[in-house]
């Protein structure tokens, strides 16, 4: 595989030229595209334990509420 091209500019003068990265530059940007994978799992792992914490929550409180209402039908009525 080739390494990926940098483009430099100077400001100054305006003049542009590309040129491959530098084995160290090239390290460096694989370095950076592996912690950026590695982030991205990390935020969609932590997104999908929340929204599993919240249907927990929510089919908690669809139990409790169940519940309350079977209790209240099986309370016999005083007389």
Same mark, same amino acid.
């Given at each position: 595989?080739?390494?990926? %091209? %940098?483009? %430099?500019?100077?400001? $100054? $003068?305006?003049?542009?030229?590309?040129?491959?990265?530098? *084995?160290? #530059?090239?390290?460096?940007?694989? @370095? *950076?595209? @592996?912690? #950026?994978? $590695?982030?991205?799992?990390?935020?969609?792992?932590?997104?999908?334990? #929340?929204?599993?914490?919240?249907?927990? !929550?929510?089919? *908690? !409180?669809?139990?409790? !509420?169940? +519940? +309350? !209402?079977? @209790? +209240?039908?099986?309370?016999?009525?005083?007389?």
């Amino acid at each position: 595989m080739s390494k990926p %091209i %940098i483009k %430099i500019v100077n400001v $100054t $003068t305006k003049k542009e030229f590309e040129r491959e990265m530098t *084995d160290e #530059e090239f390290a460096q940007y694989e @370095a *950076d595209q @592996a912690a #950026e994978v $590695t982030r991205k799992a990390e935020a969609e792992a932590t997104k999908a334990a #929340e929204e599993a914490a919240k249907q927990q !929550a929510f089919n *908690d !409180a669809v139990s409790a !509420a169940v +519940a +309350a !209402a079977l @209790a +209240a039908q099986q309370t016999p009525v005083e007389e």
